[in-house]
């Protein structure tokens, strides 16, 4: 399919658009094919972003092709104006165009699928160049073309998410794999609920690993993620060393892996609360909502997640979840007692197995000097338990959020680690 | 500063990480850098992504600095051994390196500020290439240097989104408003709650506005952004452009514009609630907490955000809520009739002014053909309003949960607008 005399496949990455170069989107096509690129074992030289102007284009493209295996460009296919994209491919490779009768149909089903008949500036998109390999597009409207000079390959997709993936997955995974070059494997652990460093001293030596895999330290303020990454000559020689590496890392630091991959803590909540048949309410205070939404982002949650509660008020937390009045006069909205009332009173009046409670000074304002912003208490209250937490999160409000979040997930996680 | 004899400077920006070419990070700063640039009047021709490779940065470099007026790039700063791009730069602009005494001091205080002494693996971030200038860091320990080529100019910034916005605004946007070339302006009219045919049809000929302004639609799944641009003999006559054209469009559909620029849904509610003086909560289903999570973002929120809540169960939606057993029973907990009571209830238990609530079937599962996935309700209730609208959104669950939130601030946002 590539011809490459080389290890790996090389590729480069092209979108197109002028809403990318003047910042009006951010633009995450690249990075879904870098990863999914990366996956498959094909190295990323480089992703350039250029507007739509055609002699942009055409030497961005030119210059690609004499250097990867693999040149895929995302963007300018649809029917408007400034999509020049076909335009200027159509004069590179000096193409005939032709009327294609599988995507005409392709795009009258795509409408008539939605009660609608096929628009006259659609119909265009069903003109293609005579000599490229077309990539029929189920998505959308705007088929995908497949070009070839010297044995390099140009992929040309739209750059509406939902196709570009499709279109990705359907050709390029599919030929990528074909060469049988994809030796390389990455596994990534997704830890959360500790410093960079201090996880690193925890793990200690790495040596014994170092014949069989390459690790990465990939630290956000919700984690650290370690990345695995290990070559073999099949893909079972590959996934060995993975799982070899793996394993390593679970016996050291057990608990502060929470999952997997693209895994996420809700997610992982979810499968634990339905395993062990449990159930959860969230009684939020800073986090505004934050916690029960991403909670419901896992389709079926409903399962398991009963009710939130954001008691933004102190007369919501007393009437709501019945915390103490006095507590509340004599701690403060913001502490240890309140996040400890709050998550028992929200299990109590709703009836739930465990339920997670956070109140904080998200900032930039109301901190003081006993209570400084980013102060944020969490709780988990279960029927046989109630643990606390403090933070001091040192970031914008936003992502102080985020983190409260994060580590309201993690306590609840840790705790329903322990249910037999 | 920038020699050239175009009506607009030139400008490319490298972004430098592997964790960037295989996709493992979201690279935001070039959206960010495009942006501001783009405001400032510099036209962005390329932005380019590369891995930690030696002879990539110098090659990318080397041929952005031939062709554009301003250079950027981020990352590579670090302190730790793939960081190389203070190195590489070293090598190609024949540096000799030295210390900065500036810079340590700046690192030393920084760490001091953190009740730490500055580590032994921070101290090189002192050695600067004495060639450049430098660009002080106080947001970080990295610094930034600019170097100089033909008239051209290489900014070299750390990647950390914080200390990369910091270190272009106090340098980069301060040298280009210098040329007083940037008498390009734009300014993005925000609507919501149309389809984007329907809003050009409203809004009718727009060619009066040809000669003054380029107008450019963008479409998301939460609304369409009108950008207009416009250039003058300078900021004065740009700006009245601006303002010319802004009023067309405020005279054409001005309850459909909701904010301009950067503003959001959520800001612009928290000033006409503070404004008016009036109390707000909500009561959130399928949405599991967004919309209380989008109005806590503002900083201030607890002036006239009361309490949230997640019914998610039949159970809390009739115990919470009082919604009456016999309407769910009758109409289904997804019915025009639950929203109305969810709202009037939410009002009533929390004393608030007002209160939004939505209640709909986010997807993948648990639709009917009666009641397909994506339809929901949302509803705003007041002492004198009650309103409810009826929505099917056609998308995936998260995307479907972010236009229910969206459209029930916007709802909220008309009825707020009816209050004299």
Redesign the interface.
Same mark, same amino acid.
């Given at each position: 399919m590539f011809q490459t005399n080389e290890q790996l496949l090389k590729a480069e990455i092209i979108a197109i658009g002028n809403?990318?170069?003047? =910042?009006?989107?951010?633009?995450?096509n $690249?990075?879904? +094919?870098?990863?999914?690129?990366?996956e498959e074992g094909v190295d990323? /030289?480089?992703?350039? $972003?250029?507007?739509d102007i055609e002699s942009?284009i055409e030497n961005?493209i030119n210059e690609a092709l004499r250097k990867s295996n693999i040149v895929i460009t995302t963007g300018g296919l649809g029917p408007t104006h400034d999509d020049i994209t076909k335009k200027v491919l159509t004069n590179m490779f000096k193409s005939e165009p032709k009327q294609d009768p599988k995507v005409l149909q392709d795009i009258e089903n795509f409408f008539r699928n939605r009660g609608k008949t096929i628009p006259e500036y659609s119909k265009p998109q069903s003109i293609v160049p005579h000599n490229a390999e077309i990539l029929y597009n189920e998505k959308g409207t705007a088929p995908g073309f497949l070009f070839k000079r010297n044995g390099n390959s140009l992929y040309v997709l739209p750059g509406v998410p939902l196709e570009m993936r499709h279109l990705f997955e359907k050709y390029i995974a599919v030929d990528v794999r074909k060469t049988g070059k994809n030796k390389i494997g990455h596994r990534i652990l997704n830890t959360t609920g500790i410093t960079e460093s201090k996880l690193w001293e925890q793990i200690g030596a790495i040596e014994p690993l170092n014949d069989n895999v390459q690790i /990465?330290s990939?630290p !956000?303020h919700l984690g650290i @993620?370690i990345?695995l990454s290990a070559t073999g000559e099949n893909e079972a020689e590959t996934q060995e060393k993975l799982d070899k590496a793996e394993r390593f890392f679970q016996d050291k630091i057990p608990e502060l892996i929470y999952g997997k991959n693209d895994e996420s803590l809700e997610e992982i909540i979810g499968r634990l609360l339905l395993d062990k048949n449990q159930k959860l309410s969230?009684a939020?205070s800073?986090? =505004? =909502?934050?916690?029960?939404?991403?909670?419901?982002?896992i $389709? *079926? !949650? $409903?399962e398991y997640?009963?009710?939130? +509660?954001?008691?933004?008020?102190n007369?919501?937390k007393i009437k @709501?979840l019945g915390v103490p009045e006095n507590i509340i006069e004599t701690y403060g909205a913001v502490s240890r007692e309140t996040a400890i009332a709050m998550a028992e009173g929200m299990r109590k009046v709703?009836g739930a197995d465990f339920a997670v409670s956070v109140t904080g000074i998200? *900032?930039?304002? =109301?901190g003081t000097k006993e209570k400084p912003v980013g102060l944020t208490y969490i709780a988990v209250s279960g029927e046989w338990v109630c643990e606390c937490q403090q933070f001091i999160f040192p970031q914008d409000?936003?992502r102080n959020?985020e983190r409260a979040a994060q580590s309201a997930l993690n306590l609840l996680r840790l705790e329903l680690l322990k249910i037999d």
């Open positions: 809403e990318i170069t003047t =910042g009006l989107i951010q633009e995450s $690249s990075t879904y +094919m870098a990863k999914r690129l990366n990323v /030289a480089r992703v350039v $972003s250029i507007g942009d961005v /990465a990939l !956000s @993620r990345r969230v939020e800073c986090t =505004g =909502g934050l916690i029960g939404h991403r909670l419901t982002n $389709s *079926g !949650s $409903s997640f009963l009710e939130g +509660m954001t008691t933004y008020t007369e919501a @709501r709703s998200a *900032g930039p304002t =109301g409000r936003e959020k």
